[in-house]
């Protein structure tokens, strides 16, 4: 399976796309997790309904087996590793955007953490052009 972290927004929408061709590539399922730590209607990067269907439409086009969560209230880090976690879990798959070290240094960052802590492979895609 691979564990694909889902946020609304060009990053999202790359790691799903790259994602699905991972999926597609390994003949394995997806585990996509659009988490948020705190209150969605908040969190932009939190996808509301209207896209969430769009994401499931998508998935549901792709072909590709698929499992979507959304937990409310969790570490975004924590809910992706421990996805990861489960033993058919192959790789994880997530959107990185460029952050200067001092916004690294001051706002931490979900990706580099992931990067760092993630013990299986991690895909980090940027959407074309960014």
Do not use: W
């Not at 990067?45 to 209207?50: H, K, L, P, Q, S």
């Not at 937990?71 to 192959?90: I, S």
């Not at 992931?114 to 013990?119: D, M, W």
Request: hydrophobic share 45%; glycine share 8%; with cysteine.
């Amino acid at each position: 399976m691979i564990v694909v972290g889902y946020s609304a927004d060009p990053f999202g929408r790359a790691a799903l796309e790259h994602a699905i061709a991972e999926a597609r590539r390994r003949d394995t399922g997806l585990l996509v997790i659009n988490a948020t730590s705190g209150d969605a209607y908040v969190d932009t990067r939190f996808a509301r309904t209207g896209e969430i269907h769009d994401v499931e439409e998508q998935l549901r086009a792709s072909g590709v087996e698929f499992e979507l969560q959304r937990p409310v209230g969790v570490d975004t880090v924590t809910a992706l590793l421990d996805a990861v976690d489960r033993p058919d879990a192959e790789l994880l798959v997530i959107g990185i955007r460029h952050r200067s070290p001092v916004g690294k240094l001051l706002l931490g960052s979900v990706a580099q953490q992931l990067l760092l802590e993630c013990p299986k492979p991690v895909l980090a895609v940027k959407p074309e052009g960014a």
